[in-house]
């Protein structure tokens, strides 16, 4: 892959590995992904993190709340 820029997880600053799983944070939501099943991850403009980061520090539960009450829930990827 010519002008890869590896993503560095955003609670630790380590690289994501490409199969490695990894949590995508936007808008509130969470949801499970890899870099693998979704290279354009890098340029949605959401927060990545390692899967045991993410474990580490979970999203405040207000925030999760005020968001879970303003927009539906995302519906889950199908496999390509």
């Known amino acids: 892959m010519s002008g890869y820029e590896p993503l560095h997880c955003s609670a630790c600053s380590q690289i994501i590995g490409v199969y490695e799983p990894l949590v995508v944070r936007v808008h509130g939501e969470e949801r499970s992904s890899s870099l693998a099943a979704e290279p354009e991850l890098p340029l949605a403009g959401a927060e990545h ?22 927009r539906p829930a995302l519906a889950p990827r199908r496999a390509s």
């Open 49 to 70: 993190l390692h899967l045991a980061c993410a474990q580490e520090s979970p999203l405040p539960a207000a925030e999760v709340g005020a968001i879970a009450r303003q």
